[in-house]
């Protein structure tokens, strides 16, 4: 079984956790003295209070956590987060509530999940023709309805 090294850069950060073992994502917990009240439409940044070392070759992808975003609206202001595997620094989730009613994070609510992928990393290299498809550059709805 492989590790994920983790630091914790504050006294109250919760372990990165799977809820079960079958889980794809490690649960990351809001790191806060106090209760955190997003308004509708607001935006705020939840620190998980934790530093990981994300092996070479591997992305982490930072993923908002399905049970607030549907019964809450409370969901990841960036969609996904990308962990590069050079980052050393805190971990934090960009909440946005796009729901009808304030949400309260608590301290120590999970507030989004961990995925570490391989990644391919291709050198860019510039070409004056890139070679044909089916599809062309057919964009929005070329593919069907």
């Known amino acids: 079984?492989?590790?994920l090294r983790w630091k914790r850069l504050r006294p109250q950060a919760e372990a990165p956790r799977r809820a079960t073992p079958?889980?794809?994502g490690l649960d990351l917990c809001a790191c806060l003295d106090a209760p955190l009240t997003l308004a509708p439409g607001q935006l705020a940044l939840a620190p998980t209070g934790v530093a990981v070392e994300i092996p070479e070759g591997m992305v982490g992808l930072l993923f908002g956590r399905s049970g607030?975003?549907?019964k809450h609206g409370v969901c990841l202001s960036n969609g996904v987060g990308v962990i590069d595997a050079d980052y050393r620094g805190e971990i934090c989730a960009g909440l946005c509530n796009v729901g009808s009613a304030p949400y309260e994070i608590q301290p120590g609510e999970r507030?989004?999940?961990l995925v570490l992928?391989?990644?391919a990393a291709p050198q860019p290299e510039e070409?004056?023709?890139l070679t044909e498809t089916a599809r062309g550059a057919g964009g929005f709805?070329?593919?069907g309805r």
Do not use: F, R, Y
Request: hydrophobic share 50%.
């Open 111 to 113: 507030v989004a999940q």
């Open 141 to 143: 709805g070329s593919t």
């Open 22 to 24: 079958g889980a794809a």
């Open 127 to 129: 070409a004056q023709e």
């Open 117 to 119: 992928l391989p990644i």
């Open 1 to 3: 079984m492989e590790t």
């Open 68 to 70: 607030l975003g549907v």
